[in-house]
């Protein structure tokens, strides 16, 4: 079993800049491949990034790229969003995700979801 919590979220204006943390305990040996994912109201969970355990392959969603960016710091057993230039359309529940193994990066997730947190765009 992995465990992953979220934090970061929060309320910022439009072109404003959060930064998501999911810290990772567990089965983290595993060298899994990970992502994030979000849940806008009245809408389904939707692919935001994956990055490989090595961080040398990431993949966004077309309507995040240029503006997020997916890191991870094996040695803290962490993974980061860095959302800038945000948009109220991008206003939902972040969740962090992680598969079993390490697997390319791919917009389905993987087996295990953290709690969620949620962010909040102004305009």
């Known amino acids: 079993q992995v465990q992953l919590t979220e934090s970061g979220g929060g309320l910022v204006q439009a072109g404003g800049s959060l930064r998501l943390s999911c810290a990772a305990s567990?089965?983290?040996?595993?060298?899994?491949?990970m992502g994030w994912f979000r849940q806008a109201p009245g809408k389904e969970r939707e692919f935001v990034a994956a990055?490989?355990?090595?961080?040398?392959?990431?993949k966004y969603a077309d309507s995040v790229k240029g503006r997020f960016t997916i890191s991870r710091d094996n040695a803290k057993n962490t993974v980061y969003l860095q959302m800038n230039s945000l948009k109220p359309e991008d206003t939902a529940v972040y969740y962090c995700?992680?598969?079993?193994?390490?697997?390319?990066?791919?917009?389905?997730?993987?087996?295990?979801w953290g709690q969620g947190t949620q962010v909040t765009v102004s305009s």
């Open positions: 567990g089965r983290t040996y595993s060298r899994n491949t």
């Open positions: 990055i490989t355990w090595s961080g040398g392959s990431t």
């Open positions: 995700n992680a598969h079993r193994t390490s697997v390319v990066v791919t917009i389905t997730p993987g087996d295990y």
